[in-house]
């Protein structure tokens, strides 16, 4: 199985910055997709941002020019850099990691997520 373990969430003002961070373990055998997502009070889930194993990345256009998504292969874990934070911002943020285990099949999971508060 796999575990998916968040940091980083928080209170900050509008303008300031956080870091994300989303470590993966467990019995993997490769990592392909990671991503972030978010889910506002009232408002269904929603993709943020997304790296794959070969680094390509993907932004929601709400976030494009703020966000930077980014991964440690070595150490299964990606990361969301987030700066320029608005009020709009604030929700629960997700990571999800889509893989292969060890014994041969696919994977793919949620971390249990993490409060973002951005106050005006």
């Known amino acids: 199985q796999v575990q998916l373990v968040e940091f980083g969430g928080g209170l900050v003002q509008a303008g300031g910055s956080l870091r994300l961070s989303c470590a993966a373990s467990g019995s993997i055998f490769s990592i392909s997709a990671m991503g972030w997502y978010r889910q506002a009070p009232g408002k269904q889930r929603e993709a943020v941002a997304s790296?794959?194993?070969?680094?390509?990345?993907n932004y929601a256009d709400p976030v494009k020019g703020r966000f930077t998504i980014s991964r440690d292969n070595a150490k299964n874990t990606v990361y969301l850099q987030m700066n320029s934070l608005k009020p709009e911002d604030t929700a629960v943020y997700y990571c999800?990691?889509?893989?292969?285990?060890?014994?041969?099949?696919?994977?793919?999971?949620w971390g249990q997520g993490t409060q973002v508060t951005v106050s005006s």
């Open positions: 790296i794959t194993s070969g680094g390509s990345t």
């Open positions: 999800n990691v889509d893989g292969r285990l060890i014994a041969g099949t696919g994977f793919g999971s």
